[in-house]
């Protein structure tokens, strides 16, 4: 009769563990989703200020013309995973630099990941060395 009881003592125990876990397994998949919308949304970046390095470093290259190339190429790979994105271009004597930033779009309501790519190349430049061949 012991038995018996410890049966009725039991019931439901089931339940009570699928109500815990269900809501922790629903929340472990949708970080796991999440993280992955960071990395896509950080290769979107990436990509971006690349293109924008190779626009504004060549031979006649201008701040200007590295951030319209970078804002095309985010119109084109579509900002859906990058959340109020943000291009600026800086071009020096020796250096060209391209830094995107902005957001990871976020499924998670309190988890906002930021994104920030830079890329930064050598200024093309042409010298002549006065010296014939």
Known sequence: MGSICRWRDE???????LVIATPLL??????????ALWEHATHVAQAVAEQGLAV???????DQAATAEAQSVLGQLGSGVLV???VSA????????VVVTGQAEGILPFL???VR?????????????????
């Open 84 to 86: 109020h994105p943000n």
């Open 26 to 35: 629903l929340l472990l998949i949708l970080g796991i989703v999440q993280f």
């Open 112 to 114: 906002s990941l930021p």
């Open 117 to 133: 790519s830079v890329a930064t190349g050598p200024s093309e430049r042409f010298t002549t060395s006065g010296q014939g061949p």
């Open 11 to 17: 019931r439901g125990s089931a339940t009570a563990e």
């Open 90 to 97: 800086t071009r020096g004597a020796a250096t060209t630099t």
């Open 56 to 62: 504004g470093r060549v031979q006649g290259g201008t």
